[in-house]
């Protein structure tokens, strides 16, 4: 009887603590390899969210990011507290990093061809959480001098 427990147990271990997929792992750390080869440091891109949130939080928003930090959205300044509501690209594969780690019921993610930024990202992280899911669209990538 005790081998069955330790079996049921192993099984359990095995197979309840999953590790974050390492095809996605991959394609993020070829991305992020992408990218840096780039050197882009200055760049503006439409961002978009998609969530169950206010009106206000998912319409799109172009921002200008200056030295890898949001200096202004849809051609205006904001408030230092407002800036953890837009990602650049290195905070979008952290974003990206963390939620992988996580081990997401659902996600996508697809990569620029060119620059190897994140264009688009989805999560749900729980089948018994109504309404936490959240993408992330990013279109018109312009670099900027």
């Known amino acids: 009887m005790k081998l069955h427990y330790v079996f049921l147990t192993f099984l359990f271990l095995l197979f309840g603590c999953q590790k974050p997929d390492s095809i996605k792992i991959n394609e993020l750390n ?8 780039a050197n882009l440091k200055s760049y503006s891109v439409t961002q978009k969210i998609s969530c169950y949130c206010m009106d206000e939080f998912i319409l799109p928003k172009r921002l200008v990011i200056v030295d890898q930090k949001v200096v202004s959205v849809n051609g205006s300044p904001i408030p230092e507290e407002e800036l953890s509501v837009y990602l650049t690209v290195e905070d979008s ?3 990206i990093k963390d939620r992988l780690a996580k ?3 659902k996600s996508s993610i697809e990569y620029d061809d060119t ?3 994140p264009s688009s990202f989805h999560f749900d992280m729980s089948e018994q959480i ?4 959240i993408s992330y669209y990013f279109t018109d990538f312009t670099l900027t001098q």
């Open 115 to 117: 620059y190897g930024f």
């Open 130 to 133: 109504v309404d936490e899911e």
């Open 30 to 37: 070829q991305a992020i390899s992408t990218w840096k080869k």
């Open 103 to 105: 081990n997401p019921i």
């Open 93 to 95: 594969f952290e974003f």
